[in-house]
């Protein structure tokens, strides 16, 4: 790289330049002509090398400067290396942010940046999911205003960040957030937001779980108490009888053991710390794997079953959970509507959200039922739900699950009619894959 530039050399060229003006002046007798048209013709040769300079500097698509000799070429060369150091500088300054980036995606929880004017500088993919901002268009708005709580307004404004501040979540109801704002340099602010709905619920989960047990399980127990009574001593009975006393108790014994293990999904769902964001779920594969189960369980009831599954849509969650919500919302559809129904099962791309649902033209709910099905041992009908040995604990699993993943369970149903339960995930949480796997 050239750096010291000859300026003696320049400048005797210069001033041999004007030396033979002079002389030409001198023989023409033009002394004065000669000299000044010569310095007329330097000054306008190196306006013209600096229109040259300027269009290149801002006209130019070239990035190596052009081939000049002289002072101009050193300018030029001094330019182009001060750009290349700059460009290198970027270029490592977007690595250290990409990495930065990367990072903090990862980060377990939800994470804002904000100036000392409130306004959002950067937030991760988690807060876009827990919060609902968008990304970029949210950079620059107010915190307070685009979280809309007022109590995160009240404590924000309050400044008192020495203790966390636990809200419900603004954008999901069934979901409590905890904000922590850490103050640093230049007095930005770091706003961390983490799930802690596990953690309030736990006392509350507590306490229901031994009362409905207790319940569920009594009922059962009694009538297998009351056969085994009934036996007399020496276990003489007629047959008839016997056989009855023999298919009632098996019956209730299978109903306790579905009870219990879908209180362990539950306690499980409930008591699981795994983040729901990280891993990206197959659900076509797992709709393809719950859709063997489900021909198996249809084999009685001979529905016509359709499913219409995008294979490219994945979503970020717990596939265990979403296997279970899945697979109960389509079962209850198996068992809720008299044979030879139709059920479609659709996983699509709804605008930009992905849509799971299931429609029956079944048994349908009457309007006043609906938004007590996801409680926990609700049944509508006790007597048919007996038959299919279904706990009441199904819906309320799916509505957990769908929580944790900050969706919602929408019910449509038609006493007589049919339901279709259905479910959307945000595309912050959906991934589209190029190459799909075949069925
Ligand atoms: P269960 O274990 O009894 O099936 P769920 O929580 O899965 O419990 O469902 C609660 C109640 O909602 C059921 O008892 C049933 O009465 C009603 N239900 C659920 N799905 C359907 C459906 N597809 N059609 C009609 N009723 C349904």
Request: net charge positive; charged share 25%; glycine share 6%.
């Amino acid at each position: 790289m050239q750096r010291t530039f000859p300026w003696l050399r320049s400048i005797a060229r210069v001033i041999i330049f004007l030396a033979s003006c002079a002389l030409l002046g001198f023989y023409t007798d033009q002394l004065l002509l000669t000299l000044l048209l010569g310095a007329f013709g330097l000054l306008a040769w190196h306006y013209w090398r600096l229109y040259r300079l300027n269009y290149w500097l801002w006209h130019s698509k070239k990035i190596s400067p052009p081939g000049v000799r002289g002072i101009w070429s050193h300018i030029y060369q001094g330019i182009y290396s001060a750009n290349v150091r700059n460009r290198e500088k970027r270029k490592a300054l977007g690595e250290v942010i990409r990495r930065f980036r990367q990072g903090s995606e990862a980060l377990p929880d939800a994470a804002i940046v904000v100036d000392r004017d409130a306004e959002i500088i950067w937030c991760n993919r988690l807060a876009r999911i827990e919060l609902g901002l968008s990304w970029p268009e949210d950079m620059g708005q107010k915190v307070y205003e685009r979280i809309n709580d007022k109590q995160f307004n009240t404590f924000y404004h309050a400044k008192r960040f020495e203790q966390p501040l636990e809200v419900t979540s603004p954008i999901n109801p069934n979901k409590v957030l905890e904000f922590r704002v850490v103050p640093y340099e230049d007095e930005n602010l770091m706003v961390i937001i983490r799930d802690v709905t596990r953690l309030t619920q736990i006392e509350k989960m507590r306490k229901n779980f031994v009362a409905n047990v207790s319940h569920e399980l009594k009922t059962p127990l009694t009538v297998i108490n009351g056969y085994l009574e009934m036996l007399p001593e020496n276990g003489d009975m007629p047959e008839a009888m016997m056989k009855k006393a023999i298919s009632e108790m098996r019956s209730q014994s299978v109903r306790m053991q579905s009870l219990i293990e879908e209180l362990l999904v539950l306690s499980r769902i409930e008591a699981s710390t795994e983040r729901a964001f990280e891993k990206l779920v197959n659900v076509p594969q797992l709709l393809w794997q719950i859709q063997v189960e489900a021909d198996a369980l249809n084999r009685e009831k001979n529905h016509k079953i359709f499913f219409d599954i995008s294979p490219i849509l994945y979503v970020y969650g717990i596939e265990s959970e979403l296997r279970s919500a899945f697979s109960n919302l389509i079962f209850n559809a198996i068992n809720y509507t008299p044979n030879g129904g139709v059920i479609e099962v659709k996983w699509t791309l709804e605008g930009k959200q992905v849509k799971f649902s299931v429609k029956d033209n079944g048994y349908g709910i009457a309007s006043e039922h609906i938004d007590r099905l996801t409680e926990r041992f609700y049944r509508v009908d006790k007597a048919r739900s007996r038959t299919t040995g279904g706990s009441g604990l199904g819906l309320s699993i799916v509505k957990h699950v769908l929580s944790h993943h900050n969706s919602l369970l929408n019910i449509q149903s038609k006493l007589g009619k049919g339901s279709t339960f259905s479910c959307r995930f945000s595309p912050e949480q959906t991934y589209i894959v190029e190459q799909p796997l075949s069925h």
